[in-house]
């Protein structure tokens, strides 16, 4: 079963931040924050992780909360083109493993 | 650099039949896992593939099976088909070993629809 939970589904207007929250309750001191999107009939894609700083790349910022059991995946600018499923995960980083365990992940709509 | 290509991407069987699902793996990536989504659900792991050998598997039956080759790309086959396992099948491929994200890269999917 997957580690995480996340609301089924979320809105968001075009051009506003965009803000997926996603509770992680039992993680593990060596597991990270992971992110990914699925675009309708594409492949999952990734997104970001973290262990328990604050990061960004080009794509999106990820805040975990300091006792680690949530965290909220931001995308700053929101476009029609980031209307997916969106999955956060909890795995051992940087681990020889391809196992991820996929929860049903938000449904993000972004609206013009 | 090429990404994760799988092959076909869409297929028709019926109920008994046999498939085989192709995946070539990104440039430099070792190891290729499979996942089954069905439809409206998240994609769950079948098994992964690292020098040749299965290692790794999920709650999947026997007749859920795969290859990888010397040249790191892999089979999925699935033996004695339901209708239960009509999905998108996802291949993939990661670096063993290698520092970095521990990012998967996955192919676009094989749609396989049992009738």
Redesign the interface.
């Known amino acids: 079963d ?1 580690k995480t939970t996340q609301p089924p589904s979320m809105d968001c207007a075009e051009g506003r931040a965009a803000n997926l929250p996603c509770n992680h309750s039992t993680i593990s001191g060596n597991e ?1 924050v ?1 992110w990914y999107r699925q675009i309708h ?6 997104i970001i ?1 973290g262990l328990k700083n604050n990061e960004t790349n080009e794509m999106a910022s990820l805040i975990i909360t300091e006792d680690r059991k949530s965290s909220t995946l931001i995308l700053p600018h929101a476009t029609l083109r980031d209307t997916a ?1 969106y ?1 956060c995960i909890v ?15 938000t449904t993000l709509q972004v609206k013009p | 650099e090429t990404g994760v290509t799988q092959s076909p991407t869409h297929l028709i069987k019926t109920r008994g039949q046999q498939v085989t699902l192709r995946c070539s793996s990104q440039s430099g990536h070792n190891t290729v896992s499979w996942y089954q989504q069905a439809l409206g659900q998240g994609p769950q792991f079948i098994f992964q593939y690292y020098r040749e050998e299965e290692n790794g598997r999920g709650n999947f039956p026997p007749r859920f099976s795969g290859l990888q080759f010397p040249n790191y790309s892999s089979e999925l086959n699935v033996n004695a088909l339901e209708l239960d396992d009509s999905a998108l099948y996802l291949c993939a491929s990661s670096p063993f070993g290698g520092a970095g994200t521990g990012e998967l890269f996955f192919g676009e999917g094989s749609r396989l629809t049992v009738l």
């Not at chain 1, 795995?91 to 992940?105: A, C, D, E, P, Y």
Request: net charge positive; charged share 5%; no cysteine.
């Open positions: 997957a990270y992971y009939s594409q492949g999952p894609q990734y992780h499923v999955y795995r051992v980083g940087s681990s020889n493993t391809g196992k991820l365990i996929f929860g049903q992940g």
